[in-house]
C-alpha cells in the first residue's frame, strides 16, 4: 500500500494583525503546516507503521513550499519523501484549483492507494479540496473520518462522528479520506527525527510538469476583515447566594432576548 498525504502551509494564526477599519495584515506571519493536516500526516504515519505501507507527503503551493525548515518539518513527521508542485499561479489557489493540482500530482505519481487530507485547511477552512480531489481522480471520497484501520486486503474500515451518530463504513481502495482533529493528537518531532529529515528526498514540480491543468478561479474575493470587536461591558454581580444566581439568570435571559 502506498499512502499520500496531502497538506497546506498556512500564516500563523496569532501573528495576523487587525489594522484600523478592519483589514488584516499577513507582514509578520511566519509560516506553517496546517493544523488540520498535521492529523492526517499522523493518520498516515500511524496506518503505515501498522500495515508496512509506503507513506509520502505532497503540498501544492507557491514559493513558500521551498522554505527548507518547513520541509523539515512535514519529513520528522514520519513521510518518507516528498512531492510538491511549486508555481506562481498557485499563490492564492481555490480549493477547486488546489484539488486540480493535487490531482495532476497524484496521477503523475500514478499509484497511490490512500490520499489523506486534513478535515480543512488552516487559513480559509473550505472543506472542500478533499471531495473534489477524490471526485477528480475518481476514486471513493469520505470525509468527516474519525478512525481508520485496514479491514482486507484492498479496503478500508472507517469511523464518520456525524452530528447525531456514528457510521462505520468500508471503502475500497484507491480512496480519498478528510480525516477530523479528533482522529489522534499529531506527534512532535524529536531532533533525531529533524536531522534524519533532511536526507530524505524531496521532488519539486511546476504546474507544466504535470498532466492535467489547473483551472481558473472560480471565486473572486472582494474583501477579508476582521470581525468588528465589541467592548466588554463590565457587569459585575457579586456573591453566590440565591439573589445573586436570579439576577444573573435575569441579565442573561434580558440578553439573549
Given at each position: 500500500?502506498?499512502?499520500?498525504?496531502?497538506?497546506?502551509?498556512?500564516?500563523?494564526?496569532?501573528?495576523?494583525?487587525?489594522?484600523?477599519?478592519?483589514?488584516?495584515?499577513?507582514?509578520?506571519?511566519?509560516?506553517?503546516?496546517?493544523?488540520?493536516?498535521?492529523?492526517?500526516?499522523?493518520?498516515?504515519?500511524?496506518?503505515?507503521?501498522?500495515?508496512?505501507?509506503?507513506?509520502?507527503?505532497?503540498?501544492?503551493?507557491?514559493?513558500?513550499?521551498?522554505?527548507?525548515?518547513?520541509?523539515?518539518?512535514?519529513?520528522?513527521?514520519?513521510?518518507?519523501?516528498?512531492?510538491?508542485?511549486?508555481?506562481?499561479?498557485?499563490?492564492?489557489?481555490?480549493a477547486r484549483q488546489t484539488a486540480a493540482a493535487l490531482a495532476g500530482a497524484l496521477k503523475k505519481l500514478g499509484d497511490a492507494d490512500l490520499v489523506l487530507c486534513g478535515e480543512g485547511s488552516g487559513d480559509l477552512y473550505a472543506q472542500q479540496v478533499g471531495i473534489q480531489l477524490g471526485e477528480l481522480l475518481g476514486y471513493p471520497v469520505c470525509n468527516a473520518v474519525n478512525a481508520v484501520e485496514a479491514a482486507e486486503p484492498g479496503v478500508l474500515r472507517v469511523e464518520r462522528l456525524l452530528e447525531d451518530e456514528i457510521e462505520l463504513l468500508e471503502i475500497p481502495l484507491p480512496a480519498v479520506l478528510s480525516v477530523t482533529s479528533g482522529i489522534n493528537e499529531p506527534r512532535i518531532p524529536s531532533a533525531k527525527d529533524i536531522l534524519a529529515a533532511g536526507k530524505k528526498p524531496v521532488t519539486v514540480w511546476n504546474l507544466s510538469d504535470l498532466p492535467a491543468d489547473v483551472p481558473p478561479t472560480g471565486v473572486v474575493e472582494v474583501s477579508t476583515t476582521a470581525y468588528p470587536q465589541k467592548d466588554r461591558k463590565n457587569v459585575v454581580i457579586e456573591g453566590s447566594g440565591e439573589d445573586e444566581i436570579a439576577e444573573l439568570y435575569g441579565y442573561l435571559l434580558k440578553e439573549l432576548n
Amino acid at each position: 500500500m502506498k499512502i499520500v498525504v496531502c497538506y497546506k502551509l498556512v500564516p500563523e494564526e496569532q501573528d495576523i494583525v487587525a489594522l484600523p477599519g478592519g483589514a488584516l495584515s499577513f507582514d509578520r506571519a511566519v509560516w506553517k503546516i496546517g493544523q488540520y493536516d498535521l492529523n492526517a500526516v499522523e493518520a498516515g504515519c500511524r496506518l503505515a507503521a501498522k500495515e508496512g505501507a509506503e507513506l509520502a507527503a505532497l503540498s501544492v503551493g507557491g514559493a513558500i513550499l521551498e522554505n527548507s525548515k518547513l520541509r523539515k518539518g512535514i519529513l520528522s513527521r514520519g513521510p518518507q519523501q516528498l512531492f510538491t508542485v511549486i508555481d506562481t499561479k498557485l499563490e492564492q489557489a481555490d480549493a477547486r484549483q488546489t484539488a486540480a493540482a493535487l490531482a495532476g500530482a497524484l496521477k503523475k505519481l500514478g499509484d497511490a492507494d490512500l490520499v489523506l487530507c486534513g478535515e480543512g485547511s488552516g487559513d480559509l477552512y473550505a472543506q472542500q479540496v478533499g471531495i473534489q480531489l477524490g471526485e477528480l481522480l475518481g476514486y471513493p471520497v469520505c470525509n468527516a473520518v474519525n478512525a481508520v484501520e485496514a479491514a482486507e486486503p484492498g479496503v478500508l474500515r472507517v469511523e464518520r462522528l456525524l452530528e447525531d451518530e456514528i457510521e462505520l463504513l468500508e471503502i475500497p481502495l484507491p480512496a480519498v479520506l478528510s480525516v477530523t482533529s479528533g482522529i489522534n493528537e499529531p506527534r512532535i518531532p524529536s531532533a533525531k527525527d529533524i536531522l534524519a529529515a533532511g536526507k530524505k528526498p524531496v521532488t519539486v514540480w511546476n504546474l507544466s510538469d504535470l498532466p492535467a491543468d489547473v483551472p481558473p478561479t472560480g471565486v473572486v474575493e472582494v474583501s477579508t476583515t476582521a470581525y468588528p470587536q465589541k467592548d466588554r461591558k463590565n457587569v459585575v454581580i457579586e456573591g453566590s447566594g440565591e439573589d445573586e444566581i436570579a439576577e444573573l439568570y435575569g441579565y442573561l435571559l434580558k440578553e439573549l432576548n
